[in-house]
């Protein structure tokens, strides 16, 4: 596989995702959110407002919710970096789903979800070897969520 294809499609994706939600929440609640792009920018946060949303591709397919806690830009030997909500930045809301449910959570909820081991299943590697985290089952999510949106 070619690892720089697969992820400009995955990033294309989950850039569209984002927009779908950016879009929702200004029509339905009146949040405009302002989203950073460039990287330098993303070190503080994902968005001005401490927002950050994430499109979960395979929720559908297998039901549970991952949480990143670790990245690394391409599969190589080595640790992880600190991302998702392990990084040190503004984000206060985490806002994951795909294009019919949304799940937002406090980043400090998540943070003692992860800390406490109280999720399903720990991902030390994913499929291509560049983010661990952990599985939340829907049940889970939606007992710890702080709001679950259903689209239509």
Do not use: H
């Amino acid at each position: 596989m070619n690892y720089d294809i697969y992820k400009q499609g995955k990033t294309k994706e989950a850039l569209e995702y984002q927009d779908f939600i950016c879009e929702w929440l200004a029509k339905n609640y009146g949040i405009v959110l302002t989203i950073f792009t460039s990287q330098k920018k993303q070190y503080k946060g994902e968005s001005l407002q401490g927002f950050e949303i994430k499109y979960d591709m395979k929720y559908k397919e297998t039901g549970n919710i991952y949480i990143e806690i670790g990245e690394k830009s391409e599969p190589r030997e080595g640790e992880y970096i600190k991302s998702g909500i392990l990084r040190n930045d503004n984000t206060w809301l985490y806002l994951i789903g795909n294009y019919k449910t949304l799940y937002i959570f406090s980043k400090k909820q998540l943070i003692s979800i992860y800390e406490k081991k109280l999720y399903y299943k720990y991902i030390p590697d994913n499929n291509t070897e560049t983010s661990e985290g952990f599985l939340l089952t829907e049940n889970m999510a939606d007992k710890y969520c702080i709001k679950k949106i259903e689209f239509i």
